[in-house]
């Protein structure tokens, strides 16, 4: 990607080393407001676009930082997880191309969020994730503690319910879900377009030396 390649060179300096543990780390700090001292932090945190038109601009950013579950157990196997990724992300692409992933995620759900009224970080873990299962397809993890699945196939589960949310969901749904994307066809649609066009090559040649095999006595 020659544009990212540009970005860092001349900025990769800026990149925020460890970013995902700075994330995961506030939103336990969060959680612990929230659950133990009862005191809800998150709905401070929570993308409101009326509470930012009445001058709250710090939601624009701080919707990143609110937990993903209430119960603890969950929590913390969450948090685990999307540092993991996050983690993994970074050690692949290097400090730099992980932020600038991660920013266009959170600018496309903002967008979304402003205009649709809300906005949550789901579907910006989400986009960790179906980025983290396109590079280690194969890579398992152990569903509900016992059962082994490879990461594609939560993925295409994930594409699933994306596509069903497309079809079936309201307006602010379908605005999150694509707003959600934005960075992983930005990152990989190149490369998913490459291998269409390669499949189809194959494909072609195939069916050429298919029909070349049944009509050669004919020639």
């Not at 377009?193 to 020639?219: A, E, L, S, V």
Request: glycine share 6%.
């Amino acid at each position: 990607m020659n544009w990212l390649d540009k970005l860092e060179r001349k900025y990769g300096r800026l990149g925020i080393p460890n970013l995902m543990l700075y994330v995961v780390t506030t939103m336990l700090f969060v959680a612990i407001f929230d659950i133990v001292l009862r005191i809800p932090l998150s709905s401070y945190f929570a993308l409101n676009r009326a509470a930012v038109m009445h001058g709250q601009i710090w939601r624009l950013l701080t919707f990143i930082f609110v937990p993903p579950a209430s119960s603890v157990l969950t929590l913390v196997l969450a948090l685990y997880f999307y540092y993991f990724i996050g983690s993994t992300l970074e050690r692949v692409w290097g400090t730099f191309r992980f932020n600038v992933y991660y920013l266009c995620g959170l600018i496309g759900c903002m967008a979304a969020g402003m205009i649709t009224g809300y906005g949550s970080n789901d579907y910006l873990n989400l986009s960790l994730f179906l980025a983290f299962a396109y590079l280690f397809p194969n890579h398992e993890v152990l569903l509900f503690f016992i059962i082994p699945i490879k990461m594609k196939y939560l993925a295409y589960l994930d594409w699933a319910l994306f596509a069903l949310s497309l079809i079936f969901g309201s307006w602010a749904s379908r605005a999150a879900v694509i707003a959600s994307l934005i960075n992983f066809f930005l990152f990989f649609g190149p490369d998913i377009w490459h291998r269409i066009k390669m499949r189809r090559g194959n494909d072609t040649q195939r069916n050429f030396r298919k029909y070349y095999r049944q009509n050669r006595n004919r020639w």
